[in-house]
T-cell receptor, first 112, second 113 residues
Framework: DAGVTQSPTHLIKTRGQHVTLRCSPI?????VSWYQQVLGQGPQFIFQ???????GRGNFPDRFSARQFPNYSSELNVNALLLGDSALYLC???????????FGEGSRLTVL | TQLLEQSPQFLSIQEGENLTVYCNSS?????LQWYRQEPGEGPVLLVT?????EVKKLKRLTFQFGDARKDSSLHITAAQPGDTGLYLC?????????????FGKGTLLTVNP
């Protein structure tokens, strides 16, 4: 069975640009969460979506937005990129709104 | 704001040694999870502890949740090079915030052959 898949795996952007990261959850999972992991730190919660509704948002500026589609896949959008947005962006899915998270391999974003 | 502090931050040991990693907070969590992350990959769940005082064993790994559900420890017996990785603890909030995990910064373990 396919795990959580994320794309792209690596990307390089310049300051001020916009980026869209994509995530496909494990089949049957209705919840998708996004986390940001800066080098040397643990993952930090950005968003959770369950049944296409935003259930929670972490302490991130409005430049960060996300949505979940009818097939439960999800996109994370970041506008007006800053150098500090360089990080590994992790997507995790779970069958329910709470419980065990299954993480993808992440999208490594570098902002120059 | 709920914070989790892990110690030590870095640990380098020889194969066969035992080690303990700690995860502490001033906040109460509804559950606590331990993950292992290898370079270039996402975290993989090792265990979830829910009840204060709970002890769980996974082969050579022993996990304990503190009685007050504010802290946890991970003990590895006879470490092997395959145990090398970043060990992360993560707490789930109580009540309406139980969907969100708060992660510690992790313990980077290197087991030398």
């Amino acid at each position: 069975d396919a795990g959580v898949t994320q794309s792209p795996t690596h990307l390089i952007k310049t300051r001020g640009q916009h980026v869209t990261l994509r995530c496909s959850p494990i089949s049957g999972h209705k919840s998708v969460s996004w986390y940001q992991q800066v080098l040397g730190q643990g993952p930090q919660f950005i968003f959770q979506y369950y049944e296409k509704e935003e259930r929670g948002r972490g302490n991130f500026p409005d430049r960060f937005s996300a949505r979940q589609f009818p097939n439960y896949s999800s996109e994370l959008n970041v506008n007006a990129l800053l150098l500090g947005d360089s990080a590994l962006y992790l997507c995790a899915s779970s069958p329910q709104a709470t419980g065990e998270l299954f993480f993808g391999e992440g999208s490594r974003l570098t902002v120059l | 704001t709920q914070l989790l502090e892990q110690s030590p931050q870095f640990l380098s040991i020889q194969e066969g040694e035992n080690l303990t990693v700690y995860c502490n907070s001033s906040s109460v969590f509804s559950s606590l999870q331990w993950y292992r992350q290898e370079p270039g990959e996402g975290p993989v769940l090792l265990v979830t502890v829910v009840t204060g005082g709970e002890v769980k064993k996974l082969k050579r790994l022993t996990f304990q949740f503190g009685d007050a559900r504010k802290d946890s420890s991970l003990h590895i017996t006879a470490a092997q090079p395959g145990d090398t990785g970043l060990y992360l603890c993560a707490g789930a909030g109580s009540g309406g915030s139980n969907y969100k995990l708060t992660f510690g910064k992790g313990t980077l373990l290197t087991v030398n052959p």
